[in-house]
């Protein structure tokens, strides 16, 4: 990948991971600055966070691996993860008493998902000289 594809996927995560991160750990600032649409949610800002977070995440991802699968999953599973914990943290403000479970389950998934292709992608086999090469399936 060249220079330019780099920048522009680096520039782009920032654009997702910057107020995502903003958005779920700071979210009455984010709804001050940036996002004033009334009435102020606080669980709806920390989900937004966590997507946009998810999103940063595959786009940085793939300025290091070129296995679109591993990249998919990785994006998948940061979002699940802070999804989840979004869901964990505001639990007494809503919603279904089974979406942190539910939502902490499809993160574990993911997340068990994503280091199995890596695994699978990055595994290493002795070669012909007793050396360690890396395989790419």
Do not use: C
Request: net charge neutral.
């Amino acid at each position: 990948m060249n220079r330019w594809w780099r920048l522009i996927l680096v520039l782009s995560a920032l654009v997702f991971l910057v107020p995502g991160v903003w958005a779920f750990g700071w979210p009455r600032s984010f709804y001050e600055y940036v996002a004033r649409f009334e009435p102020f949610n606080l669980h709806l800002f920390h989900d937004a966070g966590a997507f946009q977070i998810g999103i940063g995440a595959a786009l940085l991802a793939a300025v290091v691996w070129r296995d679109a699968l591993l990249v998919g999953l990785f994006g998948g599973a940061v979002g699940a993860v802070v999804h989840g914990v979004s869901h964990i943290v505001d639990r007494n403000l809503g919603g279904n008493p089974a979406d942190p479970w539910v939502l902490s389950a499809l993160a574990v998934l993911l997340t068990v998902a994503t280091a199995v292709r890596f695994a699978a992608v990055y595994r290493t086999e002795p070669d012909d000289g007793g050396d360690v090469a890396s395989t790419r399936t």
